[in-house]
């Protein structure tokens, strides 16, 4: 697709300011939605102009919290309203953000994820999911819930992945003229992560010495879903796209 009009939802978000640098980067034209921009995808206000004309809908809105019944109304809310407004819009499709191993996770805001993608899949719009590893910048929010200079990491493994490669990889499905068939049987839904396995506390040490803070190993226990984890149910699956920096390259440009 070329030079065309993209609404995303989430703009201003960790992940979203990515999205849209690299739709500008290649040609596009990118709106903006978040409640910063005048656009509220929970309540419709502004939808309706943020969407018209656009080709493609990007949503890579995020809840803000971990409770999963909360999170899970965002989405289902969040999916219905970008689905019905774009399809009244004319909009093509609808591209949305989710986590690998949402298929199996069973409480908190990845568990979330199931709604979000369900509720995608059923809209009126032709809909594609990219499932992502934990982002570079999660270790970081591990260490900012725990104040004070000694932080508790779980050992689980992970396949960290920078922001700026899953929106890389997202305006790729994004613009895609000919698209993949509906996930199914024997059509996984398509993943995105880092390099390669690595712990999640082995990262947090890693930019722990850079914020003196002192990172404890743990083994996980009271995270949800600590032994889906702990058996690498969240790291990719062989289908996987893999793409660097690794959490450590990607450290060390950080400013």
């Given amino acids: ?10 703009a201003t978000g960790r992940l979203g300011r990515h999205v849209m640098d690299v739709l500008e980067e290649r040609g596009h034209q990118a709106v903006p939605m978040s409640r910063a921009t005048g656009v509220d995808i929970i309540t419709g206000e502004g ?3 943020a969407v018209t004309g656009a080709d493609v809908i990007i949503d890579v809105a995020s809840w803000h919290a971990s409770e999963q019944e909360a999170a899970a109304e965002f989405f289902r809310t969040a999916a219905r309203h970008l ?16 986590i690998i191993g949402a298929d199996k996770a069973t409480s908190g805001f990845v568990a979330a994820q199931q709604v979000h993608e369900e509720a995608h899949l059923a809209g ?29 990491v779980p050992a689980l493994p ?25 996930p199914g049987p024997g059509v996984p839904i398509p993943e995105i992560a880092g390099p390669r396995r690595e712990s999640m506390a082995d990262a947090a040490k890693l930019l722990g010495e850079r914020r003196g803070i002192t990172v404890v ?13 702990a058996a690498g149910g969240f ?7 893999l793409a660097g920096p690794t959490f450590q390259e990607w450290l060390e440009v950080q400013s």
Avoid: Y
Wanted: aromatic residues 4%; charged residues 20%; proline residues 7%.
């Fill in 83 to 98: 689905h019905e407004t774009g399809h009244e819009a004319g909009a093509d499709r609808v591209v949305a953000m989710s």
């Fill in 235 to 241: 790291l990719p699956g062989p289908h996987a796209k």
């Fill in 217 to 229: 190993e743990v083994d996980g226990s009271g995270f949800p879903d600590a032994e889906i984890a």
């Fill in 1 to 10: 697709m070329n030079n065309g009009k993209f609404a995303v939802a989430g």
């Fill in 124 to 152: 009126p719009l032709p809909a594609r999911i990219l499932r992502a590893a934990q982002f570079h910048e999660f270790v970081g929010q591990l260490l900012d819930w725990q104040p004070g200079d000694i932080a508790h």
């Fill in 158 to 182: 992970t396949q960290l992945v920078a922001c700026r490669t899953v929106a890389e990889a997202l305006v790729d499905l994004a613009v895609a003229t000919a698209l993949p068939a509906r």
């Fill in 47 to 49: 939808l309706a102009d």
